[in-house]
């Protein structure tokens, strides 16, 4: 059995399962060591990761659907046998820009709803004035930061690839973006947003959780061969995760908890206290808002990995033109999530979350989504109001 692993991860919040499995004893109970390696963007850990570099890491929830579709870089089958986080991201707009939406808005700009059809307002009244194009900040071309924006910003009949401008960010680079004007918007993992807002230069618009309410944010992952060959390695590491995870949402353990995951991912254990509990602050002016289901890291059978959030990731890559919608692409993205290997490595029988959405994805608009109609859910989209993407469909 392999027993020295090296993982990498980047520096959010959503990595506690994995750094508290390190650091809190968890990995070293079920024999292993694990070296943890500390890089800036996905693309670094994606690379890493396939040219074996990594036995196994922190990684952006889509990110291994598209490396087992060999879309946007070579094609490696890469697995997900554990959900590190579901939620935990926000969008975060600049003050001027909060400021021109509420004026736009037509109720509560808190409302997704509200506030997608402030931006289509604000959009249109950019381009009537020739006022410079909005810019978006998100992390990975294949990320839930990139497709809630456009889900949110299409809901309202924003064109994401027309009427502003999207551009890929590491996390730890938004708020300085944000700062210097480079972006008028971001859509990231804690604890970036709350920095933002502590800065000053950020105002919270949405919580992800607005806009999908459970989503697999971050994942275990791992490459399949890898899987294949190192079963006992692969079940302990699964084992030290779960305790991990539900060590770090024990309230008793949260000091301990958030000075460690503070130190490793160079921010206030504070913030990363406020993250975990559900509380952020919004505004620059102290307002607050919570969620008990803003980040869940182990409650409502978070860890196992759902096959429906994998299809719903696969469906957002054909609607935004990053891949065909083919029966034998659907199986692959189908066969990257793995609750059997989370099931054999804990003997949990498998279990629905009380607090699943009946679709279990809870999108703020549009229909229910049902995996097993790629197409019809695609084509409810194609066929809604001017100002939806165009979708091509490889049947």
């Not at 004893?25 to 694990?34: D, H, K, S």
């Not at 196994?56 to 094609?75: C, E, Q, R, T």
């Not at 206030?268 to 509990?277: I, Q, Y």
């Not at 289901?293 to 990731?313: F, S």
């Amino acid at each position: 059995m392999k027993t020295h692993l090296r993982i990498g991860y980047i520096p959010l919040i959503d990595a506690t399962p994995i750094l508290v499995a390190a650091d809190h004893g968890f990995a070293e109970a079920e024999g292993l060591a694990i070296d943890l390696v500390r890089e800036v963007s996905w693309s670094n850990v994606r690379d890493k990761l396939n040219l074996g570099l990594f036995d196994a890491s922190h990684m952006l929830a889509p990110l291994p659907v598209a490396s087992s579709l060999g879309i946007g870089h070579v094609k490696v089958p890469l697995i997900v046998p554990f959900t590190l986080a579901l939620n935990g991201n926000a969008i975060t707009v600049s003050p001027s820009l909060y400021n021109e939406l509420a004026a736009a808005a037509d109720g509560n700009v808190a409302d997704p709803h509200v506030s997608a059809r402030a931006l289509h307002r604000v959009v249109a009244d950019r381009r009537a004035r020739g006022a410079p194009v909005l810019n978006f900040g998100m992390t990975f071309p294949f990320s839930n930061h990139n497709y809630q924006l456009r889900f949110w910003m299409a809901a309202g009949g924003v064109d994401p690839d027309e009427d502003v401008r999207l551009v890929v960010l590491p996390p730890p680079y938004m708020v300085e973006s944000l700062t210097s004007g480079h972006v008028d918007c971001f859509c990231v993992g804690a604890p970036w947003n709350s920095v933002a807002v502590d800065n000053g230069v950020g105002h919270i618009l949405h919580f992800g959780r607005d806009i999908v309410r459970r989503m697999s944010e971050k994942v275990l992952a791992v490459r399949e061969n890898w899987a294949n060959d190192n079963p006992e390695t692969l079940s302990a590491l699964i084992r030290a995760l779960a305790k991990a995870a539900a060590f770090a949402e024990d309230p008793a353990n949260l000091a301990a908890v958030c000075e460690n995951v503070g130190l490793r991912i160079g921010a206030d254990a504070e913030v990363v206290s406020r993250t975990l509990k559900g509380v952020l602050k919004t505004t620059t002016q102290g307002e607050t808002r919570s969620s008990d289901e803003y980040i869940l890291l182990e409650r409502g059978q978070a860890n196992r990995p759902d096959r429906a959030h994998a299809a719903w990731m696969y469906a957002d890559m054909v609607r935004w033109r990053q891949a065909p919608l083919t029966a034998e692409l659907g199986s692959i993205a189908d066969n990257v999530f793995r609750p059997e290997l989370y099931d054999r490595a804990l003997g949990h029988a498998p279990a629905t979350a009380v607090t699943d959405p009946p679709d279990r994805i809870g999108a703020f608009a549009g229909p229910d989504f049902v995996p097993a109609d790629f197409a019809g859910y695609l084509e409810s989209w194609r066929t809604r109001p001017p100002g939806r993407p165009r979708l091509t469909v490889v049947r």
